[in-house]
């Protein structure tokens, strides 16, 4: 099994609600990654998590939530967020630690629209 | 991490080579030459990657100069499934934060 997979594949929300993305791995991956993608533009990192804790926040605003249950699952939750939010996440794995070779599993994304 | 510099876009016959330049001139030794491609409307996809040799897979060939400082991605024979934007990114090994730059948009033509 080498895909990375995230629920929902779309999302409407409005600027009050509360929702999250998800996404899931069976790969033995120990990094796990959010990208954010706006339309024609290359992906910008958000957040990283090796072995289970965070270690990157690219200074990344409040309303999104990283959270890492396991070394499987990954969340983002997503508060009072603008219509300037919208994009494509995109979530990633590789194997981490001293085994990594920059060879990062995409997903297919969640394209949200913030209303 | 190096900052990299593609041709915006181009254009290549199906069937032919699809030769992608990618400028990386600030290169340090420990950084590696990463290719991904993103076909419209999925996630990026990992291509190859090298340090000083050149690289070869199933997929591509990758050139990298005497120097380092600029290197080739080769697809030998174009598909029209081929079209896709193509990112060069400079990262060393165990790098967490791959940077994507703005890539190449290549179009393979019937």
């Known amino acids: 099994d080498t895909e990375v997979t995230q629920t929902p594949k779309h999302l409407v929300m409005g600027m009050t609600n509360k929702k999250s993305l998800k996404c899931e791995q069976h790969?033995?991956?120990?990094?796990m990654y959010w990208y954010k993608q706006k339309a024609k533009k290359p992906p910008e990192l958000m957040f990283v998590?090796?072995?289970?804790?965070?270690?990157i926040n690219e200074s990344v605003p409040s309303r999104f939530s990283p959270e890492c249950p396991n070394s499987s699952l990954l969340n983002l939750h997503l508060h009072a967020l603008q219509p300037e939010d919208s994009a494509l996440y995109l979530c990633?794995?590789?194997?981490?630690?001293?085994?990594?070779?920059?060879?990062?599993?995409f997903g297919e994304g969640s394209r949200l629209t913030v209303l | 991490d190096a900052k990299t510099t593609q041709p915006t876009s181009m254009d290549c016959a199906e069937g032919r080579a699809a030769n992608l330049p990618c400028n990386h001139s600030?290169?340090?030794?420990?950084?590696?030459v990463y290719w991904y491609r993103q076909i419209h409307s999925q996630g990026p996809q990992y291509i190859i990657h090298?340090?000083?040799n050149n690289e070869t897979n199933e997929m591509a060939s990758l050139i990298i100069t005497e120097d380092r400082k600029s290197s080739t991605l080769i697809l030998p024979h174009a598909t029209l499934r081929d079209t896709a934007v193509y990112y060069c990114?400079?990262?060393?090994?165990?790098?967490?934060?791959?940077?994507f730059g703005q890539g190449t948009r290549l179009t393979i033509n019937p």
């Open positions: 600030t290169i340090s030794g420990n950084e590696y």
């Open positions: 790969m033995g991956h120990r990094a």
């Open positions: 090298g340090l000083k």
């Open positions: 990114i400079a990262g060393s090994w165990g790098a967490q934060k791959l940077v």
């Open positions: 990633a794995s590789s194997q981490g630690g001293s085994r990594e070779a920059g060879e990062l599993f």
């Open positions: 998590y090796s072995y289970e804790k965070l270690s």
